[in-house]
């Protein structure tokens, strides 16, 4: 099966320059349904759902290559290859920010421009590095994840109370919003959470750009200028919006102030 | 409709057994009831203008934040979440939360409805655990049945070697001078070691087949076929005197086919046969081809009809018959004689009535060969 095709690609608007857009965990590509399609007009636009995600495909999910987020950034590759990805722009929201920067610095003739909505390279505190999260917070939701993986979000609902024989009921998971798969999703919160991409933040050539929320308890303030400060050359913007998703509460805001730098 | 943002739940006559709590666009709480105020051990009015998020666990607050504000926004609303409250003493309270959206922009209003939910939690814990014991004891006793499949596989295949030194000692000392009595003990050994050869090639076939490889067919012409047939035929009437055995036999040189497979599967259909059939009554062979492009191979006997029951069951391993006596062997024979009629893609079909029991295999042949 083609990358396109496990991942659940969809491309939309003009022959032009590549645009990707990333989801994080918790969600999947309706993440930017308000945002994305108004870069139709001059981009080549291309949304996606990480594995476990959404409509993609999980059939033959090896856990060992999603331990790290280089495994989802391997993915994002095998896409851009796909699709001749050329000089692209990769927009990403929160954990999707960092897998296409390791994208980008594994390929940097793929991706030339980042945005990074609410970044962050490592969510555990270390000495001098406020991430916002101690051990113990993080030990605390895998462990509520691996013991309750069917209520902790609504979006786990469908696949464990569904009837997976029935195929009307493919078709409602494929319309359903935020549908993960439990499993992948404990992986993917562990690769996430547990992350440390700091290292890499300097290795990052791309024209970057940083979008930071006020009071995001996900990814702060501080840990926004952090990578700002990491990035050579990079553009911060604090956003009016509160909270972690911008790009679903304020949209309008996330795509001017991309449009401003992109031109 | 009134500005939901100026709404108070004031004191309630009947405390209700939900937690109730509306935030307004910022996450920050307008309102909180009683009941809630009084599991999180604070005072409702006090809640008032605290942002939301600080009443749940730091694992909670991620969950909120990346899952369930993305879904508020899309749905406008959820059901039935499960996250954790923090009370004043930092314990945690699991609840089930049910929330909906209204209003827009600076007028949205977040609704949110709680239930205690520590008993269900505990049973869906347990489930979990039951889930992941009852998938290890799968995994546990689908290796074991292989461990199993495979030692029966070497087993059989090494019983091989000194039932040919048996086979041979006979046919050494069936050339010497033998008294009567020798001879019939020559007799006897031969036909224990030919029943034992083809129990030991059903349970090697069986093993094959079960772990997976299939039962073997090497295909070569037929012009051997009618000569395995007589010889399984004789190989029975010698170690069965008492018992009629008729053949009939087509010209079967164009059989293209397992030879050997063919003798075994025949072997078994009359292993059957001589235990079920009318001791009176003849069985009866017939080896033929019914058209140019199919072989039939059957057995008749003239028994008591099998009952309706267990005719479901024939084909399966290790079933013999539970009204009759005798119960030798595993009960292999039928399933390995259906086993190898599927590897030919033919059929293995049985017909029981009270005039007689008749086991028919029928294999499909290519025209080209």
Redesign the interface.
Known sequence: MSAVARHNVKTSGSDARAMVFAH????DQ??W?HVAPHFEDSFNVITFDHIGAGGSDAGGYDPAKYETLNGYASDVVDIGEELNIQDGVFVGH?VGAMIGALAHVDRPDMFSTLVMVGPSPRYIDDTSYKGG??VD?IK??LT?FE?????????F?PKIVGNPDAPEHGQELADS??N?DPVIANGFARAT?TSDNREDLCKISAKTLILQCR????ASEHVGRYVHDKIPGSEFVLLDA????PN??APEEVISAIRNFLS | MTDTRNESFGPETAPARYGRLTTDQ??TIIAANERLANWLGLDAFQMTGA?F?EML???????F???????L???GH???????LKDAEANKLPV?LSAEETGSGEHKVTSFVFLLADAR?AY??DL?DARAKAEDRLTTSLHEAQLREQFIAILGHDLRNPLASISSAMSILSREPLSQRSQDIVELTNGSVQRMSLLIQNVLDFARNRLGSGIHLTMTAGTALSAEIRQVVDELRSAQTDREIQLEIGDLDTVRCDVSKVGQLLSNLLGNAVTYGDPSKPIQVRAVKPSANSFELSVKNYGAPIPEAAIARLFDPFVRSTSQEDQQGLGLGLHIASEIAKAYGGSLHVRSDESFTCFTLVIPLSVSD
């Open positions: 994080g965990f918790g969600c309706s993440m349904r929160s999260f101690t917070d605390d939701l509520s013991e309750n993986p069917l209520a902790w979000s609504a979006s609902a919003i935020c993960l959470f009071e995001d308890i996900i509160t909270g972690h998703c679903l509460t | 910022t996450g942002p998020v666990t730091k694992a909670s607050r991620i969950v934040e990346t899952s369930i504000v993305p879904l926004s899309l749905n959820v059901d039935g979440v499960s996250l954790d089930l939690r869906e814990r979990n």
